[in-house]
């Protein structure tokens, strides 16, 4: 079974910065991508930047230049910073992964979801 857990959310004012940080767990054989998502009060969840293994990036246009993804394999973990943030980032932010999971009986792409944390940036 894997397992996500975000943490970092919070409430900052427009122009500040939060660091999200989400760490996978279970028994991983590797892991191909992981993201943030986040959902705003009666809207879609929507992609906030994704990343693959190998280090590619990508990021909604509306975050561009303003927030970074990174990720630390031997961690098993992806990190967000958010810097120059605008009220309209207001939203719980979800941890997104697709690992690769390898026993006796299965070799399979499991995709999970971590419970969200909320960000907040006040005007």
């Known amino acids: 079974q894997v397992q996500l857990v975000e943490s970092g959310g919070g409430l900052v004012q427009t122009g500040g910065s939060l660091r999200l940080a989400c760490t996978v767990s279970g028994t991983i054989f590797e892991i191909n991508e992981m993201g943030w998502y986040r959902q705003a009060p009666g809207k879609q969840r929507e992609l906030v930047a994704d990343?693959?293994?190998?280090?590619?990036?990508n990021y909604a246009d509306s975050v561009k230049g303003r927030f970074t993804i990174s990720m630390d394999n031997a961690k098993k973990s992806v990190y967000l910073q958010m810097n120059s943030l605008k009220p309209e980032d207001t939203a719980v932010y979800y941890c997104?992964?697709?690992?690769?999971?390898?026993?006796?009986?299965?070799?399979?792409?499991?995709?999970?979801w971590g419970k969200g944390t909320l960000v907040t940036v006040s005007s």
């Open positions: 990343i693959t293994s190998d280090g590619s990036t």
């Open positions: 997104y992964s697709e690992v690769r999971i390898v026993t006796d009986y299965e070799d399979s792409d499991v995709d999970s």
